[in-house]
């Protein structure tokens, strides 16, 4: 080194890293360092290659390039070898065994055996994952099945995992896309005590108010190019969302006032067993109505009963004033409803599919029910470019796997795929989570526009700035009932959080 340089040899450094996958240079040239200790923030576009860069970091083939651990060149050829050398990631994906315990999926590949035998010990395993969640404040029995817990809980459980290799570098790739404003605080007082063991943090969010408060250094990709990095007090959000976005950006929430009509949807006296509660709720043509509410109050319960997922125990559906049966999804469809759920790598696509197949499934399936008789490639392909354009989907064709595009631009084509049968009533659960903010802004202007031809739309959100700027009505949920009702002309922030935290304590969920 030379001698010019006050600082010490940065922890991780990766020199001109490119790749390139058929179609499409996820990196060009990238370099990125951090430091030990340094919680350094990745952001940029969707599709920009911050998880690429990770990938590449965690053991994925790369054309060219080189990574340093403390100085030292490393061959990283698989996770396995990373996590030997101290570098653990927290995937975007959850790549989780949802039928295994809390417990064994925290250790897995790694589990603790009895003295001598080569079995299994469950009360070590126990003790270890009960030690680990309780840092993350995690409050389920660790032999509770993966798979029962919400998602936000599922990431908790992923965070954990990647703690137990007692890593030098951390990786969270969108840690908090599932995460309550509640559990975002544990997760960053997890971070905080991380830094204060000299742990290094690589952060990757589309959420800058985090990146702002949690992160010393913040690198900017586009387009696969490393445009920058800055110290986090030496920068401002305008800032990075320029060189994110390399352009100027439209308003955020352009919410337009429309024409409300007739009511289009009205659903009476609404319960599922245990979860939902006698809800009541009309939404008219051209309405925006938000669902606020914490983490396990019923907002997903509420969309899914509406549109057929969850069975529901009693309660009325009607649309257009006419009364439906919605007992299957099936039903929701037929009746012109559309849903696009919260988890939407479950419930959303077939990764296998190509990206054409899939914004087109919910579409040729409406024509299967005898509408338009049979699907036709060529129509498909107009109609899923028109969605692709309008979402700004990343790809390099509409031939490639879904599986293959970007995390967000996964999502946008979750998104196209209920719009392409325009729905009387959209519902809309968690629509722009892991969304980059010139994205946001596009779905944003496109509900309003849906709305303005006379869609109504149902969107819950746990983001408040996004349920304030795009709801014409804001209901209020507590433990899986309706607590309050707020006009968009006297909500605000405080108003909201104070229904949704207890506004209804008076209510025992049952
Ligand atoms: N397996 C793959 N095959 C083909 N292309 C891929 C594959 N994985 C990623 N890509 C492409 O590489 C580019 C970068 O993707 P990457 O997942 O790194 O983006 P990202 O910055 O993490 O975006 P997001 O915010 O949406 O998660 C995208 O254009 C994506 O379509
Ligand atoms: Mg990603």
Redesign the pocket.
């Known amino acids: 080194m030379p001698d010019t340089a006050v600082a010490v040899q940065p922890l991780l450094q990766m020199r001109g890293i490119t790749k390139r ?2 179609g ?1 240079t ?1 990196l060009k040239r990238v370099d990125f360092s951090v430091e030990k200790g340094e919680v350094h923030a990745l952001v ?1 576009e ?7 860069l990770m990938k590449v970091l965690t053991g994925m083939p790369r054309e060219e390039g080189e990574i340093l651990l403390e100085g030292k060149s490393v061959a990283i050829t698989d996770c396995r070898e990373a996590q030997r050398l101290g570098i653990s990631l927290v995937p ?1 994906e959850m790549s989780l065994a949802p039928a295994l315990s809390v417990a064994e999926n925290v250790y897995m590949g790694r589990l603790p055996s009895r003295r001598l035998s080569c079995l299994v010990d469950f009360r070590a395993l126990s003790e270890n994952a009960k030690r680990l969640t309780a840092q993350l404040g995690f409050g389920y029995d660790v032999r509770a099945k993966l798979g029962d817990l919400s998602l936000a809980n599922q990431q908790l459980v992923a965070i954990a995992k990647a703690l137990t290799a007692n890593p030098k570098i951390i990786v969270m790739d969108e840690p908090t896309s599932a995460l309550t404003q509640r559990e975002v605080e544990r997760l960053f007082e997890v971070i905080r005590s991380l830094k204060a063991q000299g742990i290094s943090v690589i952060y990757i969010s ?1 959420v800058l108010e985090e990146v702002f408060r949690i992160a010393d250094r913040i690198t900017v ?1 586009r387009d696969g190019e490393h445009i920058g990095t800055v110290k986090t007090t030496e920068s401002n959000k305008l800032e990075i969302i320029q060189m994110m976005v390399g352009r100027k950006l439209e308003t955020l929430f352009p919410k337009v006032a429309a024409d409300v009509g007739e009511p289009v949807l009205e659903v009476r006296n609404l319960s599922v067993k245990g979860r939902l509660h006698d809800v009541n709720l009309a939404v008219r043509r051209g309405e925006i109505v938000g669902i606020a509410g914490l983490l396990g109050s019923g907002r997903s319960e509420l969309l899914r009963a509406i549109f057929g997922g969850d069975l529901k125990t009693s309660g009325e559906v009607f649309v257009d004033g006419r009364k439906v049966e919605v007992k299957c999804p099936a039903d929701g469809i037929r009746h012109g409803i559309s849903l696009v759920p919260e988890d939407r790598k479950e419930q959303g696509l077939h990764l296998a599919m190509n990206v054409r197949e899939n914004i087109c499934m919910v579409r040729s399936f409406r024509g299967k029910l005898g509408r338009f008789g049979f699907s036709n490639v060529a129509r498909e392909e107009t109609v899923s470019r028109r969605y692709v354009e309008r979402l700004g989907i ?2 390099a064709s509409l031939k ?1 796997p879904v599986g ?6 996964q999502q946008k084509a979750v998104l196209g795929k209920w719009l392409t049968v325009q729905p009387k009533v959209l519902l809309l659960d968690e629509p722009t989570r892991g969304i ?1 903010v010139g994205a946001k802004a596009a779905i944003h202007a496109l509900m309003s526009e849906l709305a303005g031809q006379g869609m109504g739309i149902v969107m819950a959100s746990s983001e408040l700035p996004e349920i304030l700027g795009m709801s014409d009505r804001i209901l209020v949920m507590s433990k899986g009932r309706l607590v309050g009702e707020v006009a968009r002309a006297e909500a605000t922030q405080e108003r909201l959080m104070a229904l949704m935290t207890g506004g209804g304590a008076d209510d025992v969920a049952g």
């Open positions: 996958f058929p499409c996820a940029g969707n599709g920009a290659g911050k998880s690429t975007q589309h990709l990343r790809l490639q293959s595009l970007s995390g967000g631009n980059d």
